[in-house]
């Protein structure tokens, strides 16, 4: 069969002014192991994995730690911290994630990451930091002058559209910009998938939620209505008995009616007043007075007498029987 569509998006998640900018690798679904090849960044010196938490969406306090800040730094964010579950708690329901090999995550322009075990692998995301003032042997194609040498070193890993690149990376569709190249690829445990067309940047809106791939979520439900204040009223059975609010001796059963009947109100004093938290009145509508007869009017007709009823069936006759009558002789 073939591999299926990777479908990846790629962000311009935050800037940090006269540092660098965060970029966002929003994959879509649960993968074992990825292999991501990047446009417009590489490097000589391989990168590990960073721990450092995921940055929040447009945050301008978020550089990496000093000392690696001219340096790539690659980290990632699962799909259940995006839920409200704290860091801790999914990497704890999670698997642990880590570069393909020990001592790296980004090795020229080769994103790879894996996940185990495979079978707790969860969904999650990458950040990459891109420096604005990259050390020696980091190219940012945004940075590079034309004919540098990290031009032409970008160029020759096929990480810009630029003359010169390898015979076999084939074109990279983002120009200088950031983003993953056509061609890259993940297994997901059912044929593994494939992305058929660069993922260039984009602009992001909003901020760490989990983008709905078949659209915008429906909005929260409103929270349900305040409960009136007359529920928290507090009622007893006689003087000294059991005590609860109305909202509770309404979950009981009791309607509004026998709770004034049965029930004394706060402190023991009065009857128990629960209109609004029952499923009736505190007393049953009273029936509509008797209107007094008009003097001189005649007297109400009765209705006519029904007829009697029928007869009661009685059982049929019985056959008659057949007498032949006999000649006598006269």
């Known amino acids: 069969d073939a591999m299926h569509e990777l479908g990846l998006r790629v962000c311009d998640w935050a800037v940090v ?62 799909f259940l911290e995006y839920d409200g ?22 090795d020229k322009n080769v994103l790879s990451l894996r996940q185990e075990p495979a079978t707790q692998a969860c969904r999650f995301d990458i950040f990459v930091w891109i420096p604005q003032q990259p050390s020696a042997g980091v190219h940012v194609a945004a940075h590079a002058a034309a004919g540098s040498l990290s031009a032409i070193r970008l160029a020759q890993l096929g990480a810009t559209s630029a003359d010169g690149r390898a015979w076999w990376t084939g074109p990279a569709d983002c120009g200088d910009d950031f983003g993953v190249l056509a061609g890259s690829n993940a297994m997901d445990g059912h044929g593994g998938q494939v992305q058929r067309k660069a993922a260039c940047l984009q602009h992001c809106v909003g901020d760490l939620v989990i983008m709905d ?15 009136p204040a007359q529920c928290s009223t507090e009622c007893r059975v006689g003087a000294h008995g059991t005590q609860n609010t ?49 003097p001189n009017s005649p007297a109400p007709s009765l209705p006519p007498t029904p007829p009697p009823p029928p007869p009661p069936m009685t059982s049929p006759l019985p056959k008659c029987t057949d007498v032949t009558l006999q000649t006598q002789g006269w």
Not at 85 to 106: F, H, K
Not at 265 to 275: A, H, I, L, N
């Open 17 to 78: 002014s006269g540092m660098g900018k965060w970029m966002r690798i929003h994959v879509p679904h649960v993968m074992l192991s990825l292999e991501f090849f990047l446009s417009g960044l590489a490097t000589e010196e391989s990168i590990m994995l960073s721990n450092q938490k995921s940055p929040p969406f447009n945050c301008t306090e978020c550089a990496p730690e000093p000392g690696i800040r001219d340096e790539p730094v690659i980290t990632f964010a699962r």
């Open 85 to 106: 579950v704290n860091a801790g708690r999914a990497a704890a329901d999670c698997a642990t994630i880590v570069g393909v090999t020990a001592m790296a995550a980004l």
């Open 246 to 294: 109305c909202s509770q001796w309404a979950k009981t059963g009791l309607k509004c009616s026998e709770m004034k009947l049965y029930l004394l109100g706060d402190g023991g004093v009065g009857p128990c007043d629960c209109t609004g938290c029952c499923d009736d009145f505190p007393f049953p509508s009273p029936l509509p007075p008797l209107l007094p007869p008009i």
């Open 213 to 227: 791939d078949n659209g915008p979520r429906a909005p929260p439900s409103p929270p349900p209505p305040a409960l």
